[in-house]
């Protein structure tokens, strides 16, 4: 599973590289969430394993979505 910045969000990409969803932050939650790029996608085990450790170290604070610098 590959955690890509794209501006201020993450697309989880799968071995296969296709974008499975998006971990967005949530400012009224205080917290990420991870949504689905398409309902017709089912995740793996091992990639809802990977997208939710991601989710508590983003959380956390153990990682971080950079920041994209448009200028």
Do not use: T, W
Request: aromatic share 8%.
């Amino acid at each position: 599973m590959l955690f890509f910045p794209n501006q201020q969000e993450l697309d989880c990409i799968n071995d296969e590289g296709k974008i499975l969803g998006k971990i967005k932050f949530n400012g009224a939650e205080d917290k990420h969430n991870f949504c689905l790029d398409n309902d017709a996608i089912v995740l793996s085990d091992s990639e809802k394993a990977k997208i939710e450790e991601r989710l508590a170290g983003l959380d956390s604070g153990k990682y971080d979505i950079p920041m994209q610098d448009d200028d």
